[in-house]
C-alpha cells in the first residue's frame, strides 16, 4: 500500500532540532505509524533561520495580538516570519493528509500553549502555536493532532480515522473533481459519517444531492469542509451501536434467528462497555463476507483503518 504524506513536527522523528539543540522523539510516529505514514518533518523555527540550540520563545500578549518573541528579549519578535514560512510552506503540503505536531510549543502547538505578558507572567489565557495556526487557517479541514494527544485511545482513533478518510478523499475525488466520484464516496462514507455525527450525515447527504445547483468545485469543496469537520467529533458508543444496528438491518434476512440475537447480544455488550468495539464490528464483518451486498460491504466504517493498529480495541 502506498503510504500517506503526513507532516510532523521534525523534532518528533529525533531531529536534534529544539531550542536545546535536543529531540522529543515519538516512538509510536516513528516505529509504529510509520509503516502507513510517510513523513515529511518540519521544524518552523529552523526553517526561519533560528540556530540550535537557540534562545528559548514563547508568546506574549501585545494589545490586542498574540506575538512571539524571545523570552529574555521581547524585542526579538519572530512573529510574521513564522506565518510568511507557513504560507510558503503551503503549496508544498497540498497533498498530505494529516499533520503531528508536539504540544506546548509557541511555533507548533496545536492549543493550550500558555501565552505571557509582556512583564514575564503569564496572562492566564493559552493559544495555538503561531506557525501551526496559520497552516489551520489556511488548511481547515487538514486533521492536525498532538503527539502527546495521541496516548489517548479515542483521539488516537478519532485522528487517523480523519487521516485515511481525508487520504481516500484526496485520491479518489480531489484527484479528478467529478460529481459521480463523490456520490460514490459519500455512499461508502455514510455510515462512518453517522457514527460521528447523525445531522452531518444528513446535512452531507442533502448537499451531495445538490439542489441548490453548486458547480462540481463548490460542491466538492463544502462537501470536503463538511465532511473533515464532521469526523472531528468524536464518536461514542451509543452512536457506534446505532450505525452498527443500521447495518445489521441488511443482515437480518439472511442470520439464523441464533445468529441474529448473538450479534445483538455483543452490539449491547459493546454499548454496555464491556467489551470494545472490536467484537461487534468482527462478528459483523463475518457475517458481511459471507451475506453482504455490495453497497454495505463497500462501508468505510467497517475497516476505516488498518486492523494491524488495533484501534478499535480499546475503544
Ligand atoms: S519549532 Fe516545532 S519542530 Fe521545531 S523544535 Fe520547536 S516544536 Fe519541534
Known sequence: MKKIPI?????????????????????YCLYTLSDWFDYKPICPEM????PAPRPPI????????????????HDIDVTDELKDFARKRLPDLNRISGYIVIRN???????????????????????????IGEIMKQRPELPVEEEGRLQDPKLRENF??????????????????????????????????????????????????????????????QYEQ???RSLKKIANAKSHSNVLYHILGYL?????SNAKQELINVIEQYRKGMVTLIAPVTLINHYIKQFGNEYIASQAYLDPHPIELGLRNYI
Open 7 to 27: 507532516a510532523i513536527s521534525s523534532c518528533l522523528m529525533g531531529n536534534e532540532v529544539r531550542y536545546d539543540g535536543g529531540h522529543k522523539q515519538s516512538k
Open 47 to 50: 526553517g526561519i533561520g533560528m
Open 58 to 73: 514563547h508568546l506574549v500578549e501585545k494589545g490586542e495580538q498574540i506575538r512571539v518573541v524571545q523570552v529574555d528579549d
Open 105 to 131: 510549543s509557541p511555533s507548533c502547538g496545536m492549543e493550550r500553549v500558555k501565552v505571557y505578558h509582556d512583564n514575564g507572567n503569564p496572562a492566564g489565557k493559552s493559544t495555538h502555536g503561531t506557525y
Open 160 to 221: 487517523i480515522t480523519r487521516v485515511f478518510a481525508y487520504e481516500d478523499f484526496q485520491e479518489n475525488v480531489k484527484a479528478a473533481p467529478a460529481v459521480d466520484q463523490l456520490v460514490k464516496f459519500h455512499s461508502r462514507y455514510k455510515y462512518l459519517v453517522m457514527a460521528h455525527c447523525y445531522e452531518d450525515y444528513k446535512e452531507l447527504g442533502r448537499l451531495v444531492s445538490n439542489q441548490d445547483g453548486l458547480s462540481t468545485d463548490k460542491l466538492i469543496e
Open 226 to 228: 463538511g465532511l473533515m
Open 252 to 256: 437480518k434476512e439472511c442470520l439464523t
